[in-house]
Structures are given as structure tokens and as C-alpha cells.
């Protein structure tokens, strides 16, 4: 494994997120109409913050490897970290798959409740409340260990934490108001992002 080689890795990750992400975007939005939306500008900033440390600055890095931009914090090329970092990602996908099949026409990109949305409590929903989070939290873990640059590793994790910290309350709150005795009784029985731990 070369640096250039986990950056390829790097891509084919997002890639392969936007292959999952995309068409079941498109799908829903044309069959499913929004009943309640929360979205409002502190959480479009937060979206563009996440966009931004997973997205723009490790896709950006990657792809001007030539010009050599933020490769001044670049750091000594560890092969097996890189490795972990492809497994992370692999592990990553397939849970970001396992969400959207089994959120279905329940998902929803932010803050919004779906006309007839249920309350999904099975599949790796079971484990914990919010797996596609959690899924992210390894996207976030995999860009640190493939990029391995003291800037761009990180961003993921800097960008998708801020989200998370302060969208999960209000979430969780729609949800409660949505959902009521169910979802408390769901909230009690699961953890967030780690099964048993968080
Ligand atoms: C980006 S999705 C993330 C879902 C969940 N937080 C997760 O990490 O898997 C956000 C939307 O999913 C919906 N949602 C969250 N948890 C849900 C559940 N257990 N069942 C059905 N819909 C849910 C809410 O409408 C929320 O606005």
C-alpha cells in the first residue's frame, strides 16, 4: 500500500457512498411527500460543515495531489494504518447500505418527518438508535487512518462531530413528539451510535 493507493481507496469509498446515497435520494423524493420539516439556516450551516470535513477538503487533497495543496502536513506513511483504514471504509458502506434499506421511504437527508412515517426499530436499528450515524462516525474513522495528513485526517471527524453534537437533541426530540411512548420506550431499551456503550 502506497500513500497515492489509500487516497485512491479514499475515492472509491465516496464513490461508493454516493452510489447508495444518490438513487435512493431521487426515489424518495419523488414519492414521498415531507409532513414536518425542523430545517432551518443553523442546520443547513451544520450540513455544510459536515460537507465540508468529509467531503470537499479530503476529495480536494486527493485530487491535487500534483499541486501539492495541504501536503505540508502530510506525516511518515504508515502501510498498516492505511489497510485498517480500507477495512473501516468497507465496514462503513455496508452499514450506510443496511440504513437505507432499512429506513426505506422513512429516510430523510435532515431533520424531516415523511407523510405515514413509521417508527424503524428492527435490523441494525435494534442495536442502536442511530446507525446511520454511526456509519458516518467510520467514514470519519477511515479518512484518519487512509489520509494520513495532520489536517484532512481529522476534518472528517471535526465536520461530522459538530452535526452530530448539535442535531442528535433536537432529532431525538422530533422523534419523541412524533412518536411518543414508543419511541421512549425504544430510546430505553438502545443505545446512540455504539450497541451497549453510547
Ligand atoms: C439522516 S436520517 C438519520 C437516521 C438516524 N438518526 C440514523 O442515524 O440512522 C434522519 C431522519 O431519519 C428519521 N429517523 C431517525 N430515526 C428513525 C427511526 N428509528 N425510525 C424512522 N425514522 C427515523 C427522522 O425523520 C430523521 O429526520
Given at each position: 500500500?502506497?500513500?497515492?493507493m489509500?487516497?485512491?481507496?479514499?475515492?472509491?469509498?465516496?464513490?461508493?457512498w454516493g452510489?447508495?446515497?444518490?438513487?435512493?435520494?431521487?426515489?424518495n423524493?419523488?414519492?414521498?411527500?415531507?409532513?414536518?420539516?425542523?430545517?432551518?439556516?443553523?442546520e443547513?450551516?451544520?450540513?455544510?460543515?459536515?460537507?465540508?470535513?468529509?467531503?470537499?477538503?479530503?476529495?480536494?487533497?486527493?485530487?491535487?495531489?500534483?499541486?501539492?495543496?495541504?501536503?505540508?502536513?502530510?506525516?511518515?506513511?504508515?502501510p498498516?494504518?492505511?489497510?485498517?483504514?480500507?477495512?473501516?471504509?468497507?465496514?462503513?458502506?455496508?452499514?450506510?447500505?443496511?440504513?437505507?434499506?432499512?429506513?426505506?421511504?422513512?429516510?430523510?437527508?435532515?431533520?424531516?418527518l415523511?407523510e405515514?412515517?413509521?417508527?424503524?426499530?428492527?435490523?441494525?436499528?435494534?442495536?442502536?438508535?442511530?446507525?446511520?450515524?454511526?456509519?458516518?462516525?467510520?467514514?470519519?474513522?477511515?479518512?484518519?487512518?487512509?489520509?494520513?495528513?495532520?489536517?484532512?485526517?481529522?476534518?472528517?471527524?471535526?465536520?461530522?462531530?459538530?452535526?452530530?453534537?448539535?442535531?442528535?437533541?433536537?432529532?431525538?426530540?422530533?422523534?419523541?413528539?412524533?412518536?411518543?411512548?414508543?419511541?421512549?420506550?425504544?430510546a430505553?431499551?438502545?443505545?446512540?451510535?455504539?450497541?451497549?456503550?453510547?
Amino acid at each position: 500500500m502506497t500513500r497515492l493507493m489509500a487516497e485512491i481507496i479514499f475515492l472509491v469509498g465516496v464513490f461508493g457512498w454516493g452510489a447508495i446515497r444518490i438513487p435512493h435520494e431521487v426515489k424518495n423524493k419523488r414519492k414521498n411527500r415531507i409532513h414536518v420539516s425542523a430545517v432551518d439556516r443553523r442546520e443547513r450551516v451544520l450540513l455544510l460543515i459536515s460537507l465540508t470535513g468529509l467531503g470537499i477538503v479530503p476529495i480536494t487533497y486527493c485530487l491535487t495531489a500534483r499541486f501539492g495543496l495541504l501536503r505540508f502536513a502530510d506525516y511518515g506513511f504508515s502501510p498498516a494504518q492505511a489497510w485498517a483504514g480500507a477495512a473501516v471504509f468497507a465496514a462503513a458502506l455496508a452499514l450506510f447500505l443496511a440504513t437505507h434499506r432499512q429506513l426505506g421511504r422513512n429516510w430523510s437527508q435532515t431533520l424531516e418527518l415523511r407523510e405515514g412515517h413509521t417508527l424503524v426499530t428492527h435490523g441494525v436499528y435494534r442495536l442502536v438508535r442511530h446507525p446511520m450515524y454511526s456509519a458516518f462516525f467510520l467514514w470519519a474513522l477511515a479518512q484518519l487512518l487512509l489520509l494520513q495528513n495532520w489536517i484532512v485526517g481529522p476534518a472528517g471527524f471535526v465536520g461530522f462531530g459538530l452535526l452530530y453534537a448539535f442535531r442528535i437533541g433536537r432529532e431525538e426530540a422530533m422523534m419523541h413528539e412524533a412518536f411518543g411512548a414508543d419511541y421512549a420506550a425504544y430510546a430505553a431499551r438502545t443505545r446512540r451510535i455504539i450497541p451497549y456503550l453510547y
